[in-house]
Nanobody
Framework: QVQLVESGGGLVQAGGSLRLSCAASGSTFSIYHMGWFRQAPGKEREFVATIQWSTDGTTYYRYYGDSVKGRFTISSDNAKITVYLQMNSLKPEDTAVYYC????????????????WGQGTQVTVSS
């Protein structure tokens, strides 16, 4: 089992920045990719960004949803323990609950392939 805890959400004005963190604990060795989804009221859960580790765990690859490319950056400071999401140039349409998620295998794009989820953290961008 893997436990995920998010932090860093809040209220920010349009054009501002926020940094989200996700700390993993438990059987982190089983994680293949780990990243972020978001869900706004009345909308489906949307892929934001994910990190996919190489099979030996020494490097990783980053993937982004089209709506956040060039504005958000995902990173990890140690192997499969903490993942960050730096969000710059925030827009009101970025307002959502952001969920950290981790998967043992499968497609990075589909939320159904993620095995573990955090509780979510609210990000609100005012215009």
């Amino acid at each position: 089992q893997v436990q995920l805890v998010e932090s860093g959400g809040g209220l920010v004005q349009a054009g501002g920045s926020l940094r989200l963190s996700c700390a993993a604990s438990g059987s982190t060795f089983s994680i293949y990719h780990m990243g972020w989804f978001r869900q706004a009221p009345g909308k489906e859960r949307e892929f934001v960004a994910t990190i996919q580790w190489s099979t030996d765990g020494t490097t990783y690859y980053r993937y982004y949803g089209d709506s956040v490319k060039g504005r958000f950056t995902i990173s990890s400071d140690n192997a499969k323990i903490t993942v960050y999401l730096q969000m710059n140039s925030l827009k009101p349409e970025d307002t959502a609950v952001y969920y950290c998620a981790a998967a043992r295998h499968g497609s990075i794009w589909d939320s159904k392939n993620y095995d573990y989820w955090g509780q979510g953290t609210q990000v609100t961008v005012s215009s």
